[in-house]
């Protein structure tokens, strides 16, 4: 039986774009009425455009220009070899052109896991290109270092990112039987059913580009080598700012979550109680909702 383009699951009609950054090009897909207020949307590891596919329809519908990027190292969009290329100010860079690419000087920016992490650079390099910031499950820097420093909890939630820094073994363990390993991480990260194999379907036709699995490891090289050179910012937040907070994270303690919404000036938490990591797919209307009142404030 064919498998279904992911376009094709999105309920509103979806356009595809390309923008040139920095010598990398960026896979986005738009939908919803041009003159409305712009959203990017954000993904993280290891997903692509299509993990936001329950929130895409919400947001066109309600009005907003919803812009989708793959990040770089992802599905459709260049991979470099380097590891540099993976640090974060070219990563913000990337958003800053796709904003770039629409006319406008602003956007509201939401962000999950790796995609939450460069919404709050974002914020503090070029606060000027933001108009709301929500991020969802994922701790404000300054929170996540000195939370890995004082809690062995933590520290030990995080020690699969080690693993990540071994050159080549990574990208053949988790690719290996048409990305068994990455789909066995989401399935056991999640609840039963929050990835259909639809999904996973989808999702393997991303990772098995060539040099995509590398260039999604890449993200946490470029942290782990950041991390010896430099201290994440520390000041606080003036963009209006949500975190949203599955409880059920099993890689990153609850406990960061208000911390992180206090790194901002105008910061509101929002915890989902029977939500995983992956909280925008476990608790979509809620998650819809709460965008929504956030952005419409």
């Known amino acids: 039986m064919p498998q279904r383009n992911p376009a094709e699951q999105i309920p509103v009609p979806l356009d595809r774009r390309w923008v040139q950054t920095r010598g990398v090009q960026l896979h986005v897909r738009v ?47 260049e991979a470099p070899r380097a590891v540099a290329a993976y640090d ?39 606060p000027e290109r933001l108009r709301r910031l929500a991020v969802l499950n994922v701790p404000h820097p300054h929170v996540f270092r000195e939370t890995l420093r004082t809690s062995p909890a933590q520290l030990l939630r995080s020690t699969y990112a080690l693993f990540f820094q071994v050159p080549g073994l990574p990208e053949w363990l988790l690719g290996r039987n048409d990305g068994q390993g990455l789909a066995t991480m989401l399935r056991w ?13 989808a999702y393997r036709r991303a990772w098995r580009r060539p040099g995509r699995l590398r260039g999604m490891l890449n993200w946490y090289r470029a942290a782990a ?8 910012p520390s000041g606080a937040i003036d963009v209006p700012a949500l975190v949203v907070w599955g409880a059920q994270d099993i890689a990153l303690s609850r406990q960061m979550a208000a911390p992180s919404a206090a790194m901002c000036t105008d910061g509101r938490l929002r915890v989902l109680d029977d939500a995983t990591h992956w909280v925008q797919h476990d608790a979509p209307t809620a998650v819809n909702r709460l965008l929504l009142d956030h952005l419409e404030t």
């Open 31 to 77: 939908a919803g009425p041009r003159d409305g207020p712009l959203v990017v949307l954000l993904h993280g590891f290891p997903e692509f455009w299509y993990g936001w596919r329950r929130q895409i329809p919400a947001l066109a519908e309600a009005g907003y220009r919803v812009v989708v990027p793959d990040q770089r190292g992802y599905n459709r969009s």
């Open 88 to 126: 974060l100010e070219p990563l913000v860079d990337d958003v800053c052109a796709v904003i770039d690419a629409t006319g406008h000087d602003r956007a509201s920016v939401v962000g999950h896991d790796w995609g939450a992490m460069v919404a709050w650079h974002l914020a503090h390099a070029r």
């Open 189 to 201: 990260s999640g609840h039963p059913g929050t990835f259909t194999e639809a999904d996973l379907a």
């Open 225 to 232: 080598r950041r991390a010896l050179r430099s201290s994440p």
